[in-house]
Each structure stands twice: as structure tokens, then as C-alpha cells.
């Protein structure tokens, strides 16, 4: 799916007492059975599960106020509750969106590795830093098949401020990737761009995705 119009784009950083860890997983799924959201992951930093992260993207915002108001979403906001001592929503503008074909609904156990990226961008840098990563991004979609999922996104009005997902099948196919000709230029290109950056490797708990989603301004 082309998407012609940004789409809705959250990132979702969520902590919590670590025995509460599955029922959170169980009642983030249960959240998304209105099946709104044309993308969606969770997965955890630390080995117990106390910071977890999550991203959901909906093709606009009348399927995002339809999950919102759905009796799932309404009964998680009920159990999060419990479940959670700290949440934060960030609203993302989509930069890139790009997933393959096959749609995925995965859970459980899996050999996905999952890496989340925030990076501050230097004043003055922001063109040069996009066309660096926004160039990589679609490289890698294209030319690696290993990677199922890439998404970067800037924090709503404060375009320096940049996030990336990225899903890739397995271990083995995160390290082809770090050596590709593309990621290199990627490096490169943007090394005197960057004045932070954070990066968060994260076990993937769950994901899910409509197939072919494709967005880019």
C-alpha cells in the first residue's frame, strides 16, 4: 500500500514492574484486535522487560480516533493502569515507512532483532542528515532481504529530533547489513550531522503488519 498522505505515527515508550510483563504484551494485543493499525511492534531494552517500547502507524487519523474509541483500546487504557508506572506518547511525522510484501503476525518467542534510534541532528544539518539516511533507508529495503521493516520519523515539531525502527529477520541479517556499501555511505555522509544519538537494541515482543506499506513525502 502507497500511502499518498503522512500517516499516524506514535512511539510509545512504556515501564513497568517486570512480573506485569506478559499481561502488558497479552493486553497490548488485545488492544489492537479492532485491527486499525497498519503497523505495529512492541519489544523490550532491558532482559526483564521493565522499559519497553512500542511504534503504531494508522493510514490516518479517522482509523486512529476508531482505535482510540474501540472497547479493546478502551479496556486497555483500563489495565495500563496497573500495569504501567510511567508512559509517554510521542506523535511522530513520518519521514519513510517501507515494510515488505508479506503481512506478519508475529508473537512470542522469535528471532527478530529490533533496533530503535533517536538522534539529535545538529542545527542547520537537517536536509544534508535526511537525504544521508532517507537514501540508505531505501537502499536497504530494496537490496536486503533480510530487512522486513524501516521506518524514521521526526518528533512532531521538532524536525532535529529524529526516531528510526528497524526489523530485521535475524542476527545474520542485521550483520549483513552493517556491512552493505549503502549503510557505509549512510555513515559517511552524515558523521559531521549528528550531535546525539541513542540506541536502543530491543527483543521484539510482538509485530504486525498489513503488507507493502510505503510512505515518503
Avoid at 505515527?9 to 512504556?14: E, V
Avoid at 488485545?30 to 503497523?39: I, M, R, T, V, Y
Wanted: proline share 3%.
Amino acid at each position: 500500500m502507497k500511502l499518498q498522505k503522512a500517516p499516524i505515527l506514535h512511539l510509545f515508550k512504556l515501564e513497568g514492574d517486570p512480573k506485569n510483563h506478559d499481561k502488558l504484551i497479552q493486553s497490548m494485543l488485545d488492544a489492537h484486535l479492532d485491527q486499525n493499525a497498519l503497523f505495529m511492534q512492541s519489544g523490550h531494552e532491558d532482559e526483564a522487560g521493565h522499559k519497553n517500547y512500542a511504534v503504531e502507524c494508522f493510514q490516518d487519523d479517522a482509523q486512529y480516533q476508531k482505535h482510540l474509541n474501540s472497547e479493546e483500546y478502551q479496556a486497555f487504557l483500563k489495565a495500563s493502569d496497573k500495569l504501567l508506572t510511567e508512559k509517554v506518547d510521542v506523535e511522530l511525522q513520518p519521514e519513510f515507512i517501507s515494510t515488505k510484501p508479506d503481512k506478519l503476525n508475529v508473537s512470542g518467542e522469535n528471532d527478530y532483532v529490533v533496533y530503535m534510534t533517536e538522534i539529535g541532528v545538529q542545527l542547520g544539518k537537517g536536509d544534508e542528515f535526511a537525504n544521508g539516511v532517507l537514501k540508505e533507508m531505501k537502499a536497504a529495503v530494496e537490496k536486503e532481504v533480510g530487512i522486513m521493516v524501516m521506518i524514521a520519523g521526526t518528533v512532531m515539531n521538532q524536525p532535529n529530533e529524529w526516531l528510526s525502527l528497524e526489523v530485521y529477520q535475524n542476527k545474520d541479517a542485521y550483520q549483513k547489513h552493517l556491512e552493505t556499501k549503502h549503510f557505509k555511505r549512510y555513515l559517511e555522509a552524515t558523521k559531521f550531522c549528528v550531535e546525539s544519538k541513542g540506541l536502543h537494541l530491543l527483543k521484539s515482543d510482538f509485530v504486525s503488519d498489513q503488507g507493502q506499506i510505503f510512505y515518503r513525502p
